[in-house]
């Protein structure tokens, strides 16, 4: 006999870290006939198919996504199809389920041979003659009774057929829930990059690393701002593409690049320099997130020597072109708000890469003042736009406003650039001077508003949410709103679907909100249940359960006594 020797795996300098992967499979029962054993397989491919071709990553490329053939009939098929599926990465789970079977032999006894946070779904149609739905509630109830969790789609494909095609609603659900998934099993292992310790003292935007690590799988990697401000010194960049950059703006903004002389200008540079420094050093360590603490240390602080605002730094790597092209956003957070990152960092995966915007919660306009405005201003009112029935947040914060919220999803970069201005910074914020940017958003963008939040008692992370859109203001009214609080910063105005003004004054977990648009309730629901993060929606007009919004609460959940118990135990 040889003996043994251990493998070595070479010097390979292949850094990349790794990926999602779906895995499709199902369980079947053994002595159903062959035509229905076909139509599992073809179901399979097709669920597969569907998945492939609708879930992308934040870079817009495919999740790989692989299905099965082999039926998991029993112990010895669940050990094959879990061997292929591990041996290929797989880790996100979910089983298109047609007939019945038996979940012990089957499903279960594959899935336990997976991590336990690993994501599973089980997605069947409503279908009679070899019920898949019942095998389906017999392995929801035995997973959730010893505290696995899993979520269920039942929906509707034909009852006859060899290739049954999945309604639009029940395709919509593994969508979502894949996208969830990604986001939860894509980020674990992943790291983000922090200039700067604590954001300007400003509790709710601490980096809690230990309870970021357990719950999200995301570590912080923190760098001291004199590493940017040496490399700033040493001009540590490519002069050329840093050349291209400045003439990329100048050619799209023009004179709306305010640089009255040539130390303006120099001090702009500098923010450039930052931007091409920090995006090269954040690929140098596969981060996939970042922020920078400006106030007070690198701006504002006169016992040292300020330097230029970060605010064009952070708009560039927040927005989905810079002056190469089309890119993936890489959410970035002012002032180094860690849970402002947080946030922002899974709401851009489970929308596939849709821009964050960042904003200080800053004024909460209810209807009577806005009326009230209006009035002044000799804005007539109608009473028939949401904004003087609800009200309004003026969203407005120097630093990383993502360019493209100046226009609507899909615009060319010309066409919103055209919107945008980069004013002289308010030297009362930042002595250190250089360039904000500024632009009012346009109305109609719709998706998620809310902010992540920590609690030490609990020793665990909420987000406290809302449905929201954007609403367009006459030009005066627009202009009196952006003026009472800092002119030169972007503005949004969000309206959120539920919340009045009254809670979402009272509510609000941070002076720091976010919003990404395109992005559904039920997707965001179903990544907090896989990551353990309370869902915390406290406005007295949302249901608690909204058929065909919410995505169905897991089993699990109504066993344990409510999400907020079950998540609880869960984070034990």
């Known amino acids: 006999m040889p003996k043994p020797r251990p493998v070595n795996l070479g010097t390979s300098a292949d850094a990349r870290p790794g990926e999602p992967v779906i895995g499709v499979f199902a369980a079947c029962d053994p002595r159903i006939d062959d035509a229905s054993r076909t139509r599992s397989r073809n179901i399979v491919e097709l669920t597969a198919d569907t998945i492939a071709q609708a879930v992308r990553l934040p870079t817009g490329d495919p999740v790989r996504t692989m299905w099965s053939p082999v039926l998991v009939d029993g112990e010895r098929q669940a050990d094959i199809v879990a061997r292929q599926l591990r041996e290929a990465g797989a880790n996100i789970l979910v089983a298109a389920l047609d007939t019945w079977a038996f979940p012990q032999p089957s499903l279960i006894s594959l899935v336990e041979q997976f991590p336990a946070h690993t994501p599973l779904n089980l997605t069947c149609g409503n279908s009679g003659p070899k019920p898949g739905v019942v095998f389906v509630h017999a392995c929801s109830g035995a997973l959730s009774q010893y505290g696995r969790l899993v979520h269920i789609n039942v929906g509707n494909w034909p ?7 999945m309604s639009r609603a029940t395709a919509d659900a593994p969508v979502d829930w894949c996208y969830a998934a990604v986001a939860a099993a894509g980020l674990r292992g992943r790291r983000v990059v922090v200039f700067g310790h ?20 995301v570590e912080v990697t923190r760098l001291d701002m004199k590493l940017l401000a040496d490399m700033l010194r040493k001009r540590a960049y490519d002069k050329r593409e840093h050349r291209d950059l400045r003439a990329w703006i100048d050619a799209h903004l023009g004179e709306r690049l305010e640089v009255r002389d040539r130390a303006e200008s120099d001090r702009f540079d500098q923010s450039l320099a930052m931007y ?10 596969n981060a996939v997130g970042g922020g920078f603490m400006s106030q007070l240390e690198w701006g504002s602080d006169p016992r040292g020597t300020p330097l230029p605002v970060a605010d064009v730094m952070e708009s560039l790597f927040n927005s989905t072109f810079d002056h190469r092209g089309p890119k993936p956003p890489i959410p970035y957070a002012t002032e180094a708000d860690v849970q402002g990152l947080l946030t922002m ?12 915007l960042f904003m200080d919660f800053r004024k909460v306009w209810e209807p009577r003042e806005l009326k009230d405005l209006a009035k002044k201003h000799k804005v007539r009112c109608t009473g028939r736009a949401l904004w003087e029935k609800r009200g309004l947040v003026d969203g407005d914060n120097s630093g990383s406003a993502s360019l493209d919220w100046a226009g609507k999803p899909g615009e060319k970069p010309e066409a919103v650039l055209q919107r945008v201005s980069m004013p002289q910074a308010d030297p009362g914020y930042f002595s250190g001077l250089g360039n904000s940017i500024t632009f009012v958003s346009p109305g109609g963008l719709d998706g998620i508003a809310g902010r992540l939040a920590y609690s030490a008692p609990a020793d665990q992370f909420s987000l406290i949410w809302d449905q929201a859109t954007t609403v367009d203001l006459p030009t005066k009214l627009a202009r009196a709103v952006c003026e009472t609080s800092t002119a030169t910063w972007p503005h949004t105005f969000v309206v959120p679907k539920y919340a009045t003004m009254g809670e979402y004054k009272q509510f609000a977990p941070a002076n720091h909100f976010h919003m990404t648009w395109g992005l559904s309730p039920a997707r965001l629901e179903y990544w907090m249940d896989l990551t353990g993060v309370l869902s915390v929606t406290p406005w007295a007009a949302r249901p608690a359960y909204v058929e065909g919004v919410d995505r169905p609460p897991p089993l699990v959940h109504l066993l344990s006594g409510g999400e907020a118990q079950a998540k609880r135990l869960q984070a034990r």
């Open 159 to 165: 009852d006859t057929g060899a290739r049954p095609r």
């Open 345 to 356: 960092l899974p709401l851009t995966w489970l929308s596939g890469g849709a821009p964050p």
């Open 276 to 285: 091409l420094i920090v995006r090269d050093l954040m690929a140098d360590l």
């Open 198 to 217: 604590d954001s300007m003292g400003m509790e709710t935007a601490l980096a809690h690393v230990i309870p970021t690590r357990r719950t999200f799988g």
